[in-house]
């Protein structure tokens, strides 16, 4: 009876490895369907909160947004230089399949949400 329960320990013991290890290799890379990225952001995005200029390059943006809006996320109210970023899985990706959008200011980082598939190059919805 010994032999028994130690060969269903050593058959469990394999099977929570061989689980173990199909988890590393899963595949988390960004979603792709086959298209080429789109355009990096160029122009004005404005909102009931303020405007966004992007200038094309797909790094720089200059923000502008009301005293509601930076209560509500602590982004500096007013005018501001800074970078961006669209990201999948913490990884700089295209905007229209990434999961979130972040400004930076500095050293502060401000991520937000990014609504995937509705973002494209006329809308950003975060």
């Known amino acids: 009876m010994y032999e028994k329960m130690k060969k269903r320990m050593i058959r469990l013991a394999w099977i929570f490895m061989l689980v173990f290890l199909a988890g590393c290799f899963s595949d988390d890379s960004p979603p792709s369907d086959g ?7 160029n122009g ?7 405007t966004m200029t992007f200038n094309g390059d797909g790094k720089t943006i200059t923000i ?10 602590g982004i500096p109210a007013g005018k501001t230089e800074c970078n961006y970023v669209f990201l999948f899985h913490n990884e700089k990706y295209r905007y229209d399949k990434a999961e979130y959008f972040r400004i930076i200011i500095g050293e502060k980082e401000y991520q937000f ?3 995937f598939g509705t973002t494209n190059e006329t809308v950003i919805v975060i």
């Open 64 to 73: 502008d947004f009301n005293e509601k809006f930076a209560e509500m996320t």
């Open 35 to 41: 298209t080429p990225a789109p355009p990096a952001h």
């Open 44 to 50: 004005v995005f404005s909102s009931d909160y303020g």
């Open 113 to 115: 949400n990014n609504e």
